[in-house]
């Protein structure tokens, strides 16, 4: 059997890994249109920041890895057009430019995603440059090195983690996000503005509800950005408006999103009994609502990936789904979430609450005793955890985890509230602080529910 594997960033190398375990016979090639593999683009506000030395300390995986395990790994290649019907890929050598017709017996799309562009004058300016790629993210760090004055575009995990590393890099820096609140997918305002004030806190300039209309040169070679009429002089700018799908080579050819992404089973298949696809370029399977939605992650990447390389030959093991658990350090301030905002669960039609903790996360006696915040989302008719959200000094990041376990197996405020948990002035109070604001969501709906 031949497979194929288009793209190789975390998805395709966790699909390639499994292949090889399950299915050690196939034939697999890769086609991967960049010359590396495997780079964490989390790395570059890192790399900025100076945590991370070099980008290519990034880089989990080199091509050679899978050559010596005898897979044919088609680097600086590209996949111009593909025929789900006769099995067949037209591709290119990007360095020679020659085209080859290639077939499949089995497909796995993991084409990822790419940075969505808005429709702004001037887009196209060569100081506004984006972060995505391994190409560039070095092209990013690199223009940086002579520029003082960077404008961040967009205020989601990429965007904010920009303008932190920017800033204690010593650069000047603005940020506009076009809602009112930063991370609002991902968190609620409370969190939201702690945020941003802890950015203002350390000299970033955030201005939100502030939509970017134009980009342009000046006379003294600088860039100016146009934000609700309002001009601001800076010498570069870095997109960061979100992600959409890479799936133009399936469209038409097996069931897709709104969006593009494309639409997969619990075992990684599409509507083709051919081909499979995993990361960016699919949907997920979204436990708070039982539900697929698009939520571009790499661990979602490298957990559909190693589902697609299980099941490609033979259908092993299904999906669990996700939560779509995420974490970010923010100037010593840790934010963590898990599951769904208030907004997200009220546009589910779910009968949402929530309630807002806040307390230290070990006792008053012990030194060094910081305030962890919690906002935990519920369902109020089945009292069912539909989300949380976690910011302190202290790490509560894998707090955010042990949530996600819960709502994964439809835990409710009751069972946190009294949840056994481990206890040591070290680290927590007799009640941990997830605990606690599960007592709160109990005392909100008037006590206990009888068991």
């Known amino acids: 059997m031949k497979v194929v594997v288009i793209g190789c960033t975390h998805a395709g190398i966790a699909a390639v890994k499994q292949i090889l375990n399950?299915?050690?016979?196939?034939?697999?090639?890769?086609?991967?249109?960049?010359?590396?593999?495997?780079?964490?683009?989390c790395a570059t506000y890192l790399h900025i920041k100076g945590t991370v030395k070099t980008l290519s300390d990034a880089l989990y995986a080199e091509p050679e890895d899978f050559e010596?395990?005898?897979?044919d790994m088609e680097m600086n290649h590209d996949v111009i057009s593909l025929d789900a019907d006769k099995h067949s890929l037209l591709v290119q050598n990007l360095e020679t430019k020659n085209m080859e017709k290639v077939t499949y017996d089995k497909l796995i799309?993991?084409?990822?995603?790419?940075?969505?562009?808005?429709?702004?004058?001037?887009?196209?300016?060569p100081k506004v440059l984006l972060c995505k790629t391994y190409e560039q993210a070095r092209n990013l760090c690199t223009s940086t090195l002579k520029k003082q004055r960077i404008a961040v575009i967009g205020g989601g995990y990429v965007g904010v983690e920009l303008a932190e590393g920017y800033a204690k890099s010593g650069?000047?820096?603005?940020?506009?996000?076009?809602?009112?609140?930063?991370?609002n997918k991902y968190v609620e305002p409370v969190i939201s503005k702690a945020v941003a004030e802890k950015l203002r806190d350390n000299g970033v300039q955030v201005f939100t509800g502030a939509r970017v209309q134009a980009f342009s040169d000046t006379q003294n070679g600088a860039l100016e950005v146009t934000a609700d009429g309002k001009k601001y002089e800076v010498d570069m700018a870095a997109m960061s408006a979100g992600m959409i799908p890479q799936t133009d080579l399936l469209q038409g050819q097996v069931d897709m999103a709104e969006n593009g992404a494309i639409i997969?089973?619990?075992?990684?298949?599409?509507?083709?009994?051919?081909?499979?696809?995993?990361g960016d370029a699919s949907v997920i399977h979204y436990n708070p609502t039982k539900s697929v939605r698009y939520s571009p992650l790499a661990s979602h990447a490298v957990r559909q990936g190693t589902l697609a390389g299980i099941n490609v030959l033979d259908r092993r093991l299904r999906t669990i789904g996700t939560q779509s658990t995420t974490g970010m350090l923010v100037f010593n301030q840790t934010v963590a979430?898990?599951?769904?905002?208030?907004?997200?669960?009220?546009e589910a039609n779910l009968n949402v609450a929530n309630i807002v903790y806040t307390g230290p996360y070990r006792p008053d006696f012990m030194p060094d005793t910081k305030p962890v915040t919690v906002v935990l989302v519920y369902d109020r008719n089945t009292r069912k955890i539909?989300?949380?959200?976690?910011?302190s000094e202290h790490d509560v990041?894998?707090?955010?985890?042990?949530v996600s376990a819960l709502i994964q197996n439809d835990a409710t405020i009751d069972q946190l509230a009294l949840l056994d948990m481990l206890f040591s002035p070290n680290f927590n109070n007799p009640f941990d602080y997830l605990n606690l604001a599960g007592q709160k969501a109990v005392e909100q709906e008037k006590g206990y529910l009888r068991t």
């Open 397 to 402: 990041s894998q707090s955010a985890n042990t």
């Open 109 to 125: 799309v993991a084409t990822g995603s790419i940075t969505a562009i808005p429709t702004i004058s001037g887009i196209e300016n």
């Open 68 to 71: 010596r395990q005898g897979v």
């Open 22 to 41: 399950y299915y050690p016979e196939t034939e697999i090639t890769v086609y991967e249109r960049q010359n590396s593999i495997s780079y964490l683009s």
């Open 386 to 391: 539909l989300g949380a959200q976690l910011m």
């Open 171 to 183: 650069h000047e820096v603005l940020l506009f996000q076009q809602s009112e609140y930063l991370l």
């Open 264 to 278: 997969v089973d619990d075992y990684m298949h599409t509507s083709n009994p051919d081909i499979l696809a995993a």
């Open 337 to 346: 979430t898990t599951g769904l905002t208030v907004e997200d669960a009220k």
